[in-house]
């Protein structure tokens, strides 16, 4: 249920009536417009009378959500968020017109590797570097990352270059480094409805970037954002990565349609990852580039110094100079819309 406040209210009386909605049971979320106020109810709204509501002299109008997510939900929050990555000079915003590229190796291989592609996808025109520690391999038999050695390392790359970093966090066992050290933690598609880790995440201050799960739905994915946000984190990033589907001449089929639709249902910022969409490298190009006319807030490309030779995910990684070339047509075609 959202209540919108007439224009002219004052601070004590929207103050008296959260305090008033709360001590019913209900959560209750503000969006402060710059002409309205809206006051978004969470929770189990049964016992909050809407007629009684929009009784009230403070109160425009009353309406129901019907959608299960409320939170991510644009109705709640008419304006785009803006997620702030990073600190200081290096901060980087997603969202609501800021566009921004991660760039970077599947996984951290070694200090050498992991500074040297972050340099090189700097110079391109990178804002954030990604890099996986902790990998969600469907083998157990193959690489599964460097663990708290990587995490190390992409610090280490972070001191080097200035670019805030972006890894995948696959349970709480490091939440506490996670929240002390990455400056947006990826939640995988795999972990995507791993419900006890959302919760944890929902308590921190950090971004996250939430990925689709593999066969999930647009709104599933919403729901898996709400898990976050109803606890109180609304800095999340959406991620449309591909979803399983009877093809297998591509890795996932990329589901573009989703950006404008999950626009028009969520303020949440949504980015595209054309890597794992599409598991070969010589689409992304072309994929990143109908992300962007389809209106993604940003993309996560996966960029290898030696794609031949990676340990994880090189069929789909990008060299350094294929990035530089991307990077440099997606300025074009920005420049052109
Ligand atoms: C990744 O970003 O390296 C990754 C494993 O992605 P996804 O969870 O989308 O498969
Ligand atoms: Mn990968």
Known sequence: MIAVLKPGVTEAQKNNLIKWLKDQGVGVHVSEGQFQTIIGLIGDTSRIDPDLLTGLDIIENVTRISEPFKCANRRFHPLDTVVTVGAGENAVQIGGGHFAIIAGPCSVESEAQIIG???????????????????????????????????????????????????????DKYLDEFAEHVDLIQVGARNMQNFELLKELGSLHKPILLKRGLSSTIKEWLMSAEYIMSRGNENI????????????????????????????????????????????????????????????????IEVHNDPAHALCDGPQSLTPEQFDALARQIQTLQAAL
């Open 117 to 171: 592609v972050a340099q090189r996808v700097k110079a391109s025109g990178a804002k954030l570097l990604r890099g996986g520690a902790f990998k969600p391999r469907t083998s157990p038999y193959d690489f599964q990352g460097l663990g708290l050695d990587g995490l190390r390392l992409l610090i280490k790359a972070r001191e080097e270059t200035g670019l805030p970093i972006v890894t995948e966090i696959m349970s």
């Open 237 to 300: 990033i959406l991620c449309e990565r591909g979803i399983r589907s009877y093809d297998s001449y591509t890795r996932n089929v990329l589901d573009l349609a989703a950006v404008p639709l999950v626009k028009e249902l969520s303020h949440l910022p949504i980015i595209v990852d054309p890597s794992h969409a599409t598991g070969k490298s010589r689409l992304v190009p072309r994929m990143s580039l109908a992300a962007v006319a389809a209106g993604t807030d940003g993309l996560i």
